[in-house]
């Protein structure tokens, strides 16, 4: 498997063509079974379908705490099964980053991520959650003080929490990091500031009910309206908050995480990256806070080791609608989830790398009625020369509905600068435009899950050179436009 690596703000392989990958995140959320060492659903059977679908990368998740169950040790087991999982990966041509998971944390309060004897919580009790998943994020004592703790790298048995974490880490490169489906690691899934955290949703909360009562640019006659609907009132209400007056109602927490982002993350994230290297050049990823998710600023600066701007890292951020993962995801908002890319663009330009984006869409409910949106975050990506990676594979994932957007051709290797791809849904034609260099390659693969129809070099018909879901198109140095008509 050819090898990737950033060049400026795009991907690029060993011979310099530019990459673009389509794919879907595996997440195992699990903590330490004794004997218990499956990676959930990737057997070979799964790896061929992932395939046959036109995938090309996978978000390999799983937990701190079934890494390293007790204090220095380790679950080779489970690395041993990673490791199975990563070389079916490199013989159906996937690639794969490493993603150290968490939610809240850990299961001890409430979700995932960390072991427990890694969670110090000074004495505070653990509430159940009552509403939703996240809302010890919100307002949940235990969840903060535990990030409390871990940003403040307080020590267990002599040793800070940050170190065990990085020297866990640098574990998992050392015995996986080789493997040629591997293209980099993924450092922690959207860190969280912990009690300050607790204060953003606060002020969020304030100027909601500020802006939503007194911002001229809220219609509130018709949201009061709507608040009266029997049908759909919540998304309803919803559709009167635009980007412009979402992105008012969360700027009051701008400087809480720009001070997190700045002097918390971007250090651990550094000191992290640091202990990789001494195993790997692969691309490290750096993600954005978890209330970045709602587009507010990542202010990190790019990663450094010993000294130095690190030259093979990306911004893997994460953005959802407000009405994801509900019945009302029909009246996801286009404004809204664009007005965050736009933001991550933003950071992507301030950081100068390429973006894979680790987190996004989800799932609606059973009618068609929530693909559109989809289709609109598939052309924001195609518009930037972003890769992605779905949220995420559920059993039946390559059944669901979504397969109707989903499932498309891409460009898996340019041999040039890409200047522009779309595919276009209803009349099943993938359009490709780049201009190619003397010394390129001349080798393009189109990534395609559908037969090919048809194939057209700058308006010239070209024959169909196509295998295992690849289709491969030869060119001079030039500008191109290859268009793809598949069934």
């Known amino acids: 498997m050819d090898k990737i690596k950033a060049y400026q703000q795009v991907l690029v392989d060993d011979k310099?063509?530019?990459?673009?990958?389509?794919?879907?995140n595996f997440c195992d959320k699990s903590d330490y079974t004794p004997g218990e060492q499956i990676v959930p659903d990737l057997d070979e059977a799964m790896i061929q379908k992932i395939a046959a679908n036109g995938v090309n990368l996978i978000r390999l998740g799983f937990t701190w705490a079934k890494l390293e169950p007790k204090p220095g040790e380790y679950n080779d087991a489970y690395i041993d099964a990673l490791a199975k999982v990563l070389d079916l990966f490199e013989k159906y041509n996937i690639y794969a980053f490493l993603d150290m998971h968490q939610d809240l944390y850990s299961s001890v309060t409430n979700s995932d991520g960390a072991p427990e004897w890694a969670v110090l919580l000074d004495g505070i009790k653990v509430k159940p959650t009552r509403f939703?998943?996240?809302?010890?994020?919100?307002?949940?004592?235990?969840?903060?003080?535990?990030?409390?703790?871990?940003?403040?790298?307080?020590?267990?048995?002599?040793?800070?929490?940050?170190?065990?974490?990085?020297?866990?880490?640098?574990?998992?490169?050392?015995?996986?990091?080789?493997?040629?489906?591997?293209i980099g690691f993924d450092i922690m899934n959207e860190?969280?500031?912990?009690?300050?955290?607790?204060?953003?949703?606060?002020?969020?909360?304030?100027?909601?009910?500020?802006?939503?009562l007194f911002d001229k640019d809220v219609k509130r006659t018709q949201l009061i309206k709507e608040l009266f609907n029997k049908e759909d009132a919540i998304g309803k209400v919803l559709t009167h908050i635009d980007y412009n007056v979402f992105n008012k109602i969360t700027s009051s927490a701008d400087d809480l995480i720009r001070?997190?982002?700045?002097?918390?993350?971007?250090p651990f994230v550094s000191k992290v990256a640091a202990k990789i290297r001494e195993e790997s050049?692969?691309?490290?990823?750096?993600?954005?806070?978890?209330?970045?998710?709602?587009?507010?600023?990542?202010?990190?600066?790019?990663?450094?080791?010993n000294g130095k701007r690190d030259e093979n890292q990306l911004f893997a951020p994460h953005a959802y609608d407000l009405m994801v993962d509900t019945s009302a995801y029909k009246f996801a908002s286009n404004d809204r989830v664009g007005?965050?890319?736009?933001?991550?663009?933003?950071?992507?330009?301030?950081?100068?790398?390429?973006?894979?984006?680790?987190e996004w869409g989800s799932f609606g409910d059973e009618t068609d009625d929530w693909l559109p949106h989809i289709q609109y975050l598939f052309e924001v990506f195609e518009n930037n020369k972003w890769g992605q990676t779905y949220w995420a594979y559920?059993?039946?994932?390559?059944?669901?509905?979504?397969?109707?957007?989903?499932?498309?051709?891409?460009?898996?290797?340019?041999?040039?600068?890409?200047?522009?791809y779309h595919y276009d849904l209803n009349s099943k034609t993938f359009t490709l435009t780049f201009t190619q260099g003397e010394d390129a390659c001349g080798e393009t693969i189109i990534g395609t899950p559908f037969e090919v129809e048809s194939v057209t070099l700058d308006g010239a018909d070209y024959p169909i050179d196509c295998a295992n879901y690849e289709l491969i198109i030869k060119t001079t140095a030039g500008r191109h436009t290859i268009k793809v008509k598949v069934k």
């Open 394 to 420: 559920i059993p039946g994932f390559f059944e669901n509905r979504l397969m109707k957007v989903f499932l498309r051709p891409y460009p898996k290797a340019v041999s040039g600068v890409i200047e522009s």
């Open 16 to 24: 310099g063509r530019e990459r673009i990958f389509h794919g879907v």
């Open 132 to 182: 939703v998943w996240a809302e010890g994020y919100f307002w949940g004592k235990a969840c903060h003080r535990a990030f409390d703790n871990f940003w403040a790298n307080r020590k267990v048995n002599g040793k800070g929490l940050q170190e065990y974490y990085t020297e866990c880490w640098s574990y998992v490169v050392k015995k996986l990091g080789d493997k040629p489906a591997v």
């Open 259 to 266: 001070e997190f982002d700045t002097k918390v993350y971007g």
């Open 191 to 212: 860190p969280f500031p912990g009690s300050s955290g607790g204060t953003v949703f606060k002020k969020i909360v304030a100027n909601a009910v500020k802006t939503v």
């Open 281 to 305: 050049d692969k691309l490290i990823f750096m993600e954005n806070c978890y209330y970045s998710n709602l587009g507010i600023p990542f202010s990190a600066p790019p990663i450094t080791v």
């Open 339 to 358: 007005g965050i890319f736009g933001e991550h663009k933003r950071s992507q330009e301030r950081l100068g790398v390429p973006v894979i984006v680790g």
